[in-house]
DNA sequence: AAATTTACTAAACATTGTTTAGTTTGTCAA
DNA sequence: TTGACAAACTAAACAATGTTTAGTAAATTT
């Protein structure tokens, strides 16, 4: 009796391991097919219908796996964010303050550069309206923003920034790497590719100034 | 003869000149009936059908004066810089080249928040992809950003910025001003409604102290 | 008055997201 | 092993979309 219950169980959860396995992967299967034709089309060209050709399944059982289009592309965005703070977190061992925001400032960009698709999910399109009803959704979007905030005050208290302002001078930051990723993104055709390094090198270079700004007056050259 | 001769052309120029005038009077009740379900609820909700039905006609209709839906919002995508930049013209009146520039990323950013759906439509949603093939379309979008080089160069030849480099320093201050919209126009249930023009007034005093960073040092306080 | 051009539309088409109702396959107690 | 049950999957249909076709009725020209 003992065995015919541990093989019972056993079973069962050998069965239902599998089960979840499958269903994970399945939905990324989902995830995957879905940035491909992203990638090749933008919004416009991922329709259920393709997904479920390029996976061999029918456009039903998608919605075995998604509520909803809308769904799909929330849960890439959800990966994006989490990718996004990661590569953030990197420079939380850089000591110096200044170093380790203008890093910030750095890493910020190139992510944005080389992940254009979840870039544009993140914080350019508005196609996957917001599914905010859930605070927990948005929580890798909010600790990389506690994170700016926090490298920024440690600039502060260290003497740096016109302002004191964290609030402000962090959304001020924001909004200068955001402009300069999302114009590159969208706007990148505007821009003979040869400058293009140039104007991302120039950019932060003012980033720089920007952030070192008290200290460089202090100097005075 | 003669008499004869004039009327008809008489007669037919009234009568172009009405055909012009509705065409031109359909075309724009198309465009506001179009801006109007947009400001509603956005892209998604702008459907051929509601058009024609908002302006009482057929859908067909709408195709004999839009090519397609595409072409609807890229007229009013040039609507958009039309405004934009004849409101950016009004700050050359102002001589000192530092305060023309300031005043122009201050109008730059007042009419992107006056003008949310204009400005989403210029420069954040990729929507209606576009249509690029013809130059002259763009020609408005090109004059205002050459009016921002111009005014940089200004500064940067009465002594202002760290860099000479003008085209990397007109993409920068126009990468902080469209990260400040942008972010405020898309992102800004993140940011409490009190916060906001505290926000907005902050950014652009720092966008003041990059524009005046050369003359500041030198001051040293 | 007849011919022609213009302005318009009803109806159809293909494609979309999504649902329903049902089938096939896998799981498990007996 | 078998019969009941659940899980995985799908064909077919639905309503809504952008767009086209083929045609009508009115305005204009001859």
Redesign the interface.
């Known amino acids: 009796m003992f065995s015919k219950f541990t093989t019972l169980i056993i079973k069962n959860m050998g069965i239902q391991e599998r089960k979840v396995r499958n269903r994970k992967e399945m939905e990324k299967h989902v995830l995957d097919a879905a940035m491909k034709l992203y990638l090749k089309e933008?919004?416009k060209n991922v329709t259920i219908r393709k997904i479920a050709k390029t996976i061999e399944y029918s456009p039903a059982t998608i919605y075995l796996y998604f509520k909803d289009k809308e769904e799909i592309f929330f849960t890439l965005q959800k990966l994006g964010f989490k990718k996004f703070y990661t590569e953030q977190l990197s420079v939380q061992t850089i000591k110096d303050p200044v170093k380790r925001l203008i890093a910030h400032g750095e890493v910020y960009v190139k992510f944005a550069l080389e992940n254009k698709e979840y870039y544009?999910l993140m914080?350019?399109?508005?196609e996957p309206?917001f599914m905010?009803k859930d605070r927990k959704d948005w929580d890798t979007g909010v600790n990389s923003?506690d994170l700016l905030k926090q490298n920024v005050k440690s600039c502060i208290d260290a003497g740096f920034f016109?302002?004191k302002?964290v609030?402000?001078?962090a959304?001020?930051l924001?909004?200068?790497?955001?402009?300069?990723s999302?114009?590159l993104i969208?706007?990148g055709?505007?821009?003979p590719d040869e400058?293009k390094k140039?104007?991302v090198k120039?950019?932060l270079?003012?980033l720089g100034?920007?952030i070192n700004?008290k200290q460089?007056?202090?100097?005075?050259?």
Chains 1, 2 share one sequence.
């Open positions: 933008g919004y544009d914080f350019i399109t508005s309206v905010f923003y016109k302002s302002d609030e402000t001078t959304f001020a924001w909004s200068f790497v955001h402009g300069v999302s114009l969208k706007r055709f505007m821009i400058f140039h104007i120039g950019s270079e003012i100034q920007i700004s460089q007056i202090t100097i005075n050259k």
